[in-house]
């Protein structure tokens, strides 16, 4: 077997500090997004089995079932707030801010 032929590809990617701000933004808000559409279909969920006059088994499967993905969601929106803290550490850092926003003023004020 002969060892495979890899192109050497050196794409140049372009992005300032202000660039990546943006995307790290753009992505946290993405997920948040995906987690709203989550517990969304978690309430669906709930509705249609009460809709369907359940027994109590089928009550109390739905609810552990519910608990399970909320629980993963809680999780990930944990880890999306330490993303976001992280961002606007870099954004005090860098003061990407008011490169962005042509000399805004981004301190939080506490």
Same mark, same amino acid.
């Given at each position: 077997?002969?060892?495979? =032929?890899?192109? %050497? ?6 992005? =300032? ?6 995307? @790290? @933004? ?6 948040? &997004? ?16 009460? !809709?369907?006059?359940?027994?109590l088994g089928d009550l109390v499967e739905i609810d552990k079932s519910v608990d399970r993905t909320l629980q993963n969601v809680i999780k990930k929106e944990? &880890? &999306?707030? $330490?993303? @976001?803290? %992280? ?9 990407? $801010? !008011?490169?962005?926003? %042509?000399? !805004? =003023?981004?301190? %939080?004020?506490?």
């Amino acid at each position: 077997m002969s060892m495979p =032929n890899i192109p %050497n590809i050196s794409p140049e990617i372009d992005v =300032n500090i202000c660039d990546v701000v943006n995307l @790290l @933004l753009a992505s946290i808000a993405l997920e948040e &997004l995906g987690l709203a559409h989550i517990i969304n279909a978690e309430g669906e969920k709930i509705q249609e089995v009460i !809709g369907n006059n359940p027994c109590l088994g089928d009550l109390v499967e739905i609810d552990k079932s519910v608990d399970r993905t909320l629980q993963n969601v809680i999780k990930k929106e944990m &880890l &999306l707030q $330490f993303k @976001l803290e %992280n961002v606007l550490d870099l954004i005090d850092k860098t003061d990407c $801010f !008011g490169e962005c926003n %042509n000399g !805004g =003023n981004h301190k %939080n004020k506490k």
